[in-house]
């Protein structure tokens, strides 16, 4: 069979949608291909396999002390879960990841700074940690013109334990740090 752009882009379009692993989207993209399979005279056939990250995920977040707002957070994938009543605790940010800025945050919630290391994350769960929260983007991102990403835990850092994650534009951050933000609620659902 001669090989046809045409029909080579034809497929693309096709498939050219959000197929998460694991999702009916995906099952929907493999349906294609086997389908495309036959259609030129040939036998295809699927193979299963485990999904180890979290398809869909929810979040929130909510500022109780000193001033009342909801802030758009997500989840992150591969996470751990709060009940679905969520968690009402204190809020720490902590700027340093020294063993010092670790002193009396055991079941508060704590914004990071920086990159998440194993080494920090298992002092983070040593600490008896609530939950944690990193930041994305940048200052002058608009909400019209960024996305809030849904980001995974590796498992570099899951296979050590697990607990709630969410992830929060920077400037919202930068606004819960400058006023203050003491007492939260929060859910977080990583499924």
């Known amino acids: 069979m001669q090989i046809c752009g045409k029909r080579l882009y034809d497929l693309l379009n096709k498939i050219g949608f959000v197929r998460v692993s694991g999702s009916e ?6 349906q294609i291909l086997l389908d495309e399979i ?43 879960s709060t009940p679905a009543e969520g968690i009402t605790t204190e809020f720490k940010y ?23 290391t194993p080494e920090i994350y298992k002092k983070l769960l040593k600490a008896n ?15 019209e013109d960024s996305d809030l990403p849904t980001p995974l835990m590796r498992e570099r850092l899951y ?11 920077v400037a919202d951050a930068m606004e819960m740090v400058r006023d203050g ?10 499924a």
């Open 159 to 169: 296979k050590h334990g697990t607990v709630p994650a969410l992830n929060i534009r």
């Open 94 to 116: 902590i700027e340093d990841m020294n063993d010092v800025a670790l002193v009396g945050i055991e079941g508060k919630f704590v914004m990071i700074q920086g990159r998440l």
């Open 38 to 80: 036959k259609a030129i005279g040939f036998e295809g056939h699927e193979e299963t396999f485990e999904v180890t990250d979290a398809v869909q995920t929810t979040a929130t977040l909510e500022v109780l002390e000193p001033y009342n707002k909801t802030y758009t957070v997500t989840c992150y994938r591969c996470a751990g």
């Open 129 to 143: 940690i609530a939950g944690y929260m990193t930041f994305t983007g940048d200052i002058h991102d608009t909400l």
């Open 181 to 190: 933000a003491s007492k939260i609620h929060f859910t977080a659902q990583s």
């Open 25 to 30: 989207e995906e099952a929907k993209a493999a």
